[in-house]
């Protein structure tokens, strides 16, 4: 019975070892299930066409892609991007947590925006006495591959004549081998077409190429792995030509008729003409711009053409025009310059000059209605000389002096017009977009210097500021403090 006893004790003290040891793994299983794997990437951002390996301080560890399509990986953790989006890298290894790393990937300036198959996503295999080329990818389509060998060949000599003392040895041959496959659509496997020596076919699927050409898309995406080098460009002919934009055609005049661009002739060699015009190319990205002023007589008063002109690093070409007046100063622009030297310096900014302006004619001017709206300039002399008017005349003295002082600027006009009840004002370049500047005075007070859309309607709700917003240039939305 004793010796029952003690069997009976050792299989409890054997069952209850077992649940520690069972207790103690599964600890720590729980405790590794907490801990995320370690890695990480150099940068969070990735252009199209580049690549990058994840850093991974573990062994074993296994990597994916949140969208293929955006961004590849392979099985040694190196990142192509693909198409500019978001994109997400899981690293994972067994009993740890998934490690997330998330990439922005982006545009490569002068090249092409996708590439629709990456070399992780290409493998050859061999069949039959064949090689071929498989596209691992889910939508992307190689139009063509090229993989280019040098394998060595051993070649034997001929043999010796019988009794001869003369010993032959054997020679290594450099031979090269292309492998070429088209229309390989993704999830598919394509027969190669190769060239060279076929004795060395054997070879291709088990040694590293010097070069592959991977033509998708319109990428030419081309990889040497010998020397680790990537090269991500244009695999089709360059044909498009520059695109202008900007104020330009149609575009260059408002919806009044003013043109945005207005020159004087005393200061013709001040002016910069390519304001406002910029040319971009889907390739090349901001292509330089030519200015033909061949069609302006300076000498007289009127609207006449600029013309502009770009040409690609293709030899494509590109022109386009823009309206323009050229004005000869007069008696306004004598009382202009006159008051501009009082409350400006040629160094002060454009800003700092428009904010002198407003404060100038705000300062120096009575409302009064008055019905006969001239042209501009005559209107804003008169409104110097008297130092009074209606909304007219304190739009055209704003005019004259922001436009002797370079600023452009055209009017505005209230529409629709409740009760008849006409306003105009001034819309002026500066920082980079257009502000709103309106100097009438109202009872309600107000200031209305270099304001957006919105600070305008925040004053009341558009019915002051109504106009027909498709007939000028679109407005900066940024405050001015």
Avoid at 303 to 332: H, M
């Amino acid at each position: 019975m004793e010796h029952n006893r003690m069997k009976r004790q050792m299989g409890r003290w054997f069952f209850l070892s077992l649940a520690l040891v069972v207790c103690f793994f599964g600890q720590k299983e729980n405790v590794q299930a907490k801990t995320t794997v370690r890695a990480s990437v150099p940068t969070k951002s990735l252009k199209v066409g580049n690549r990058m390996q994840v850093k991974a301080q573990a062994a074993n560890v296994r990597f994916s892609s949140s969208d293929s399509m955006t961004a590849s990986v392979d099985s040694q953790g190196i990142i192509t991007g693909k198409k500019e989006g978001k994109v997400t890298i899981y690293v994972k290894r067994r009993g740890y947590k998934t490690k997330k790393l998330a990439l922005s990937i982006k545009k490569s300036a002068g090249k092409p925006a996708s590439l629709p198959v990456s070399f992780s996503e290409l493998s050859l295999t061999m069949k039959n006495g064949k090689v071929y080329v498989s596209n691992t990818s889910k939508k992307g389509k190689i139009k063509k591959i090229v993989y280019k060998y040098k394998l060595e060949k051993i070649v034997m000599p001929n043999q010796p004549v019988s009794g001869s003392a003369v010993s032959f040895t054997s020679q290594k041959i450099t031979k090269t081998m292309t492998v070429t496959a088209k229309n390989v659509a993704a999830g598919k496997n394509v027969a190669a077409q190769c060239t060279g020596d076929k004795e060395l076919l054997n070879l291709v699927t088990s040694k590293t190429p010097e070069k592959i050409e991977l033509f998708t898309g319109d990428a030419l995406y081309c990889h040497e792995p010998g020397k680790k080098a990537y090269t991500f460009d244009w695999g089709t002919k360059d044909t498009k030509a520059p695109k202008f934009s900007g104020l330009i055609g149609k575009k260059s005049v408002s919806g009044n008729g003013d043109c945005y661009r207005i020159y004087y002739s005393d200061r013709k060699n001040r002016y910069d003409l390519k304001q406002f015009v910029s040319a971009r190319d889907d390739r090349d990205g901001k292509v330089k711009i030519q200015v033909d002023t061949g069609k302006i007589n300076w000498k007289k008063q009127g609207i006449y053409k600029l013309y502009f002109y770009a040409t690609d690093k293709a030899g494509n070409k590109a022109a386009t025009w823009a309206k323009v007046q050229v004005l000869i100063p007069g008696s306004a622009e004598a009382a202009a310059d006159q008051v501009l030297r009082s409350i400006t310096r040629s160094s002060d900014s454009d800003t700092k000059k428009a904010r002198a302006i407003y404060k100038y004619v705000r300062g120096h001017s009575s409302y009064v209605q008055n019905a006969a709206h001239a042209q501009w300039r005559t209107a804003a002399l008169r409104g110097l000389r008297y130092q009074s008017g209606d909304c007219y005349t304190y739009y055209a003295m704003c005019r004259l002096l922001l436009t002797r002082a370079g600023i452009p600027n055209v009017m505005i006009k209230r529409y629709p017009t409740p009760g008849g009840q006409r306003h105009f004002w001034n819309l002026c370049y500066v920082q980079g977009g257009w502000y709103h500047f309106d100097t009438t005075p109202r009872t309600r007070k107000g200031k209305f210097c270099l304001r957006t859309d919105a600070q305008l309607w925040a004053y009341s709700s558009g019915y002051t500021f109504r106009f027909t917003k498709k007939l000028y240039p679109k407005r900066a939305t940024k405050k001015i403090s």
